[in-house]
Each structure stands twice: as structure tokens, then as C-alpha cells.
């Protein structure tokens, strides 16, 4: 308990930036995610092999790699980047890869009669996508994402490589300070479980209130 008391300053700073990291590549990489599921669904050829290479390597490759590459490997290109802004970056597009194929499943998982009855009545693609098919391709999607945003949370961990102080950096500090890592440790496993239990209540809620919007 002391160890809690002693130590709690840093906790809040490392708990403060750790979802910062995560709501904020989450935010960023939503939107990346999802122009790349429309590349991916696009009759443009080109657009679709770049979103196809895009997936392949950023889901091919471990997120601890790609943010090594951006935070130590840019430099050598003429690109410097702070730890934070680099783990953002990588955070990113590591989740862009993942999102967008969460979100191509929602679009494709949405009846094409709907496209056609759209079409029918005169309405023109982006406003049969926007107003129609994007709506609902949230809501089938919402399971799959929102397992990627819990996912994500416990990614920001591997933040600490490139000396950002989020929770595991703060746990590595309060343990080689006192030399009790096991308890450090332990105790920030308590807070990222936390986390994610309250972010799954939330999802579960989020799911039962679309799913009773849809069925009325």
C-alpha cells in the first residue's frame, strides 16, 4: 500500500499520457483506417494495391519494430521526432492497418440492396455511403473496433522503448528506485486491466444502444 501512496504522482502523470496515447492514435487512426477500407473497396486499381500493400506490412510486421524504425531509423533520412510524437505515429498506422480492415468488413457486410434501392431512387454514391451504408457499416463494425481500441491501449505499453513515460516506463522507474519490481509491476498490470474492463463495460453498452436503435 505504500508502495501505491509513495508512488501515486507518477502513476497519474504515466496513467494521463498512457491514454493519451491511446485515445489519440486511436482517434487518428479511425480516419486513416478508414479511407483505406474505401482504397480497398475502390474500382481503382492502383488505390486498391496501395491498400492492400499497406495492410500486408503493417500487419505483417511486430508494432515494436515500425516504432524503432520511426523513432531511431528517421533520423538517419533527415526526419527527427520526440518520443511521444513518435510513438503517436506508429501507434497510428500500426492500428490503420487493423481498423481498416474492421471497417471494409462493416461496408461489405451491409445488404447491396441497399446500394440498390439507393441507386434507384436517383441518390448518388457518397450520399447513399454517408447517409446509408456507412451508418450501418458502424454498427457491424462496432464489435470488431472496438476490441482494436482495448487492443490498443495495452500496445501504448511498448511506448516506454523510446522513453516515453507512460505506465510501463513509470513501473520500470518506481522498480529500479526501490527494487520492488514485482509489486511496480503488479500494480500498473492492476491499472491497465482496470483500463480495459471499463472500456469493455462501455463497448458492451455502446452495442446494446445501437443494436435497440436499429431494432425499433
Known amino acids: 500500500m505504500d508502495l501505491l501512496t509513495n508512488s501515486f504522482p507518477q502513476l497519474l502523470q504515466g496513467l494521463a499520457i498512457t491514454l493519451s496515447l491511446g485515445v489519440v492514435s486511436f482517434v487518428l487512426g479511425s480516419a486513416l483506417g478508414a479511407l483505406i477500407a474505401l482504397a480497398r473497396i475502390s474500382d481503382v486499381r492502383f488505390l486498391r494495391a496501395v491498400a492492400i500493400s499497406y495492410v500486408s506490412i503493417f500487419r505483417g510486421t511486430p508494432l515494436l519494430i515500425q516504432i524503432l524504425i520511426i523513432y531511431f ?12 510524437p513518435s510513438a503517436i505515429l506508429a501507434l497510428t498506422l500500426f492500428a490503420a492497418a487493423y481498423l481498416s480492415e474492421n471497417f471494409r468488413g462493416g461496408i461489405l457486410g451491409v445488404d447491396i440492396g441497399q446500394w440498390e434501392a439507393a441507386n434507384s431512387m436517383g441518390m448518388p454514391y457518397w450520399r447513399t455511403f454517408r447517409r446509408i451504408v456507412f451508418p450501418q457499416a458502424i454498427r457491424v463494425a462496432t464489435p470488431a473496433v472496438g ?13 516506454s522503448v523510446v522513453t516515453v513515460v507512460e505506465l510501463t516506463r513509470v513501473a520500470e522507474s518506481i522498480g529500479s528506485s526501490t527494487f520492488r519490481y514485482m509489486e511496480a509491476f ?7 486491466w482496470l483500463i480495459n474492463t471499463l472500456l469493455s463495460i462501455g463497448q458492451g453498452v455502446l452495442e446494446r444502444r445501437m443494436g435497440r436503435a436499429y431494432a425499433t
Open 73 to 84: 531509423g528517421l533520423p538517419q533520412i533527415g526526419i527527427q521526432l520526440e518520443p511521444i
Open 147 to 159: 476490441s482494436r481500441f482495448i487492443a490498443l491501449m495495452k500496445d501504448t505499453s511498448l511506448a
Open 186 to 192: 503488479f500494480l500498473v498490470g492492476a491499472v491497465y
